[in-house]
C-alpha cells in the first residue's frame, strides 16, 4: 500500500512537469532516490514504459506514462 503511494505521488509530481514541458528531465531529491519502496516503483513504471530515465535519479514521463495519468 506504501509503494502504491508512493509511486502515485511520484506520477503526479512527474506529471506536473509533462505538463510544463514533455521533454524536460526532473532530478528527484536524494532522500526518494534512497527509499528503496520509492526505487521499486521507479523500477515498475520504467519496466512499463511509463517513466523514461536519463541517469539514475534523473526521470521524466513518457507519454504513455502521461496518458497513464490522466486516467488515473
Same mark, same amino acid.
Not at 506520477?11 to 527509499?35: G, H, M, S
Not at 513504471?45 to 496518458?67: C, S, W
Given at each position: 500500500?506504501?509503494?502504491?503511494?508512493?509511486?502515485? %505521488? @511520484?506520477? !503526479?509530481?512527474?506529471?506536473q512537469?509533462?505538463?510544463?514541458?514533455?521533454?524536460?528531465?526532473? &532530478?528527484?531529491?536524494?532522500?526518494?532516490?534512497?527509499?528503496?519502496?520509492?526505487?521499486?516503483?521507479?523500477? %515498475? @513504471?520504467? !519496466?512499463?514504459?511509463?517513466?523514461?530515465?536519463?541517469?539514475?535519479?534523473?526521470?521524466?514521463? &513518457?507519454?504513455?506514462?502521461?496518458?497513464?495519468?490522466?486516467?488515473?
Amino acid at each position: 500500500m506504501y509503494q502504491e503511494m508512493v509511486q502515485n %505521488e @511520484l506520477l !503526479n509530481t512527474l506529471a506536473q512537469c509533462y505538463e510544463q514541458d514533455p521533454e524536460q528531465f526532473v &532530478t528527484l531529491p536524494k532522500p526518494i532516490l534512497d527509499d528503496s519502496f520509492a526505487r521499486l516503483a521507479m523500477a %515498475e @513504471l520504467r !519496466n512499463d514504459g511509463y517513466l523514461e530515465e536519463q541517469i539514475r535519479g534523473v526521470v521524466r514521463l &513518457t507519454a504513455l506514462g502521461y496518458e497513464r495519468f490522466r486516467k488515473n
